[in-house]
């Protein structure tokens, strides 16, 4: 379960952020998650209730000086440990690792990203995927229904017994 150790805000929609068990922190903006929930539209256009961030229920969320008809405004630890994880690019070695993690072969990856083989081989020398082939990569990854229903196994080539 994700907790939190240290939140600070980032001008008016990011927060910078540290995960127990992690040296670094992460910059998380939350313009999205404000922008398309009702619970979060107050925080929107409000910079001075964005700014009283603070960590809550033992590292467990985050909360605002802000009632709702929900009650207090508060994100849960693992919902911010999500956005970060989203939001991180994914480099030519992070998307070798998804590879090999799956078992896909570069064709099966191919396939199953909807490009060609070649492009999957320039994705691994990349220092920054495109963010769709990223978001494909960790949902297919979350999500093995997902990933049977676009797996097709390449074929093997094999040569006759001598």
Not at 138 to 146: I, Q, V, W, Y
Request: hydrophobic letters at 45%.
């Amino acid at each position: 379960m994700a907790r939190v150790t240290k939140v600070r805000p980032i001008g008016a929609r990011s927060l910078r952020v540290r995960f127990a068990g992690e040296r670094r922190e992460r910059e998380l903006d939350l313009t999205g998650l404000m922008a398309r929930s009702v619970h979060f539209a107050p925080l929107m256009h409000d910079a001075e209730a964005f700014a009283g961030a603070r960590i809550v229920e033992g590292g467990l969320g985050v909360a605002w000086p802000i009632r709702t008809k929900w009650g207090r405004l508060d994100v849960s630890a693992s919902t911010l440990a999500r956005i970060a994880e989203e939001q991180e690019p994914m480099t030519g070695d992070d998307f070798a690792r998804w590879r090999a993690a799956l078992g896909l072969s570069l064709t099966e990856a191919a396939k199953v990203l909807g490009v060609g083989r070649r492009t999957i081989m320039g994705y691994l020398k990349k220092d920054e995927l495109p963010a769709i082939v990223a978001i494909a990569c960790r949902a297919l990854a979350r999500d093995k229904s997902l990933l049977a229903a676009h797996y097709v196994p390449a074929n093997k080539i094999s040569r006759p017994a001598a």
